[in-house]
């Protein structure tokens, strides 16, 4: 019996699902929510700690980011468990997004500026200090403002269609998906042992990758979409043996991983976009064939 199946209304005359399972994926939708509201205030209190001299902020750091990195995992599993329940409703597609404002986009606001921009080195020019922190306050809102256009454009779109569209039979995002750029956020910070940046050029380079971040979110730029994965479909063995060998590597090794793993997929719509502009412009760089004239 299919999953669906099983949680099916038997007194429903249109085989609706029962009421009890459209809590399933509202469940996964409020764990969502409960882990940015954890990394906000993991965030908030490793600033307090940081500023009172205490060891131990690094610590709130880093489960602010694994809480943003948890919160990711739960956004993948929500949708999926929606449409294989067949309890895929408006309600809950408003709720997500909802909870996507406030994991990935207050979130990792307040961690990027908490960590990034607060606790740069005190004995530098107190002008250059006040303009990096001026630029923190509007880069981390710029971030904010990004992911919820980006959220917005992606409820009220219908089949929408990137500005360098790729194969028919695959999915894609049209833009970077707010989750993606929060995780690269929260690896960022993970894979950095969670100590605040404190060297301002570092700072700066900070403060330009959440410009980006922001720029990839709210551009037409394709990311492949990693909702046609069908779990139900048999795949080689080596695919297997693929998906095991990375699980081992992010439970062994997850600082380097989980940062190569996001930047990869960052950097993936960068790279397509760049390949599609140069096929383009190689295309109408090649030299026409001569016509053949007679007589």
């Known amino acids: 019996m299919a999953l669906k199946d099983r949680f099916v209304d038997p007194h429903s005359p249109d085989r609706r699902p029962r009421r009890a399972a459209y ?17 906000i205030l993991r965030s908030f209190r490793g600033v307090m700690l940081a500023a009172t001299g205490a060891g131990d902020a690094a610590d709130q750091f880093s489960i602010a980011a694994r809480a943003i990195g948890a919160a990711v995992f739960l956004d993948g599993l929500d949708g999926r468990i929606a449409r294989m329940t067949n309890t895929v409703s408006d309600f809950g597609r408003e709720m997500d997004s909802l909870a996507d404002v406030i994991s990935f986009g207050i979130a ?52 929408p269609v990137p500005k360098n569209p790729g194969r028919p039979d695959r999915k894609y995002f049209v833009g970077l998906p707010i989750p993606a750029a929060a995780a690269m956020v929260a690896a960022v910070v993970y894979s950095y042992d969670s100590q605040p940046l404190v060297w301002w050029p570092a700072s700066v380079a900070w403060l330009a990758l959440l410009l980006l971040l922001g720029f990839l979110m709210v551009s037409t730029w394709r990311y492949y979409s990693f909702k046609g994965i069908n779990l139900n479909k048999a795949y080689s063995p080596l695919i297997i043996i693929l998906l095991g060998g990375l699980i081992y590597a992010v439970w062994n090794y997850s600082q380097p991983v989980l940062v190569l793993l996001a930047t990869a997929y960052v950097a993936s719509g960068i790279v397509i976009r760049i390949g599609g502009i140069v096929r383009r412009r190689l295309r109408h760089a090649a030299p026409q064939q001569p016509e053949h004239q007679i007589g």
């Open 108 to 159: 990792p606001a307040v961690l990027a500026f908490a960590w990034g921009v607060q606790f740069i080195d005190p004995t530098i020019p107190a002008n250059i200090r006040g303009q990096i922190f001026n630029a923190g306050y509007f880069i981390a809102f710029l971030f904010l403002l990004c992911g919820a256009a980006r959220l917005a454009r992606f409820n009220i779109q219908r089949n």
């Open 23 to 39: 809590a399933l994926p509202t469940l996964f939708t409020a764990g969502n929510i409960f882990l940015g509201y954890i990394a």
